[in-house]
């Protein structure tokens, strides 16, 4: 792979992903109406457990977009500026107070 197609194919991953976050951004609204206290009917519970399903399909195509873009990367020798490391790190380390110790940190 010349390095011309690596980047292009990088930056079409990346253009990919944010058609992603894009759509994903557009499903959130959508279950706004779980945010008030109270019974659901069966077609409004339907209907949330579709938009989660929806969800987590576009947060799986995410994550195996950020895995093919690192592979991306690493394969044309590009890599992280120390910058860059200490930044993911304090990301990372905020995720897993949130989030608990199933956010896993990523490799850098």
Same mark, same amino acid.
Request: zero cysteines; hydrophobic letters at 55%; charged letters at 20%.
């Given at each position: 792979m010349t390095w011309v197609s690596g980047a292009a194919l990088i930056y079409t991953q990346i253009a990919f992903m944010q058609k992603l976050s894009d759509i994903e951004n557009g499903e959130v609204p959508s279950l706004a109406f779980l945010s008030f206290d109270g019974p659901l009917d069966g077609q409004s519970r339907e209907q949330a457990i579709g938009? !989660?399903? &929806?969800?987590? !399909?576009?947060? !799986?195509?995410?994550?195996i977009g950020g895995s093919?873009? &690192?592979?991306?990367t690493e394969d044309l020798g590009l890599g992280f500026s120390h910058f860059q490391r200490n930044e993911t790190s304090v990301i990372s380390q905020r995720a897993r107070h949130v989030y608990g110790s199933c956010a896993k940190l990523p490799k850098v």
């Open positions: 938009t !989660l399903a &929806r969800l987590d !399909l576009i947060n !799986l195509h995410l994550v093919n873009l &690192r592979k991306a």
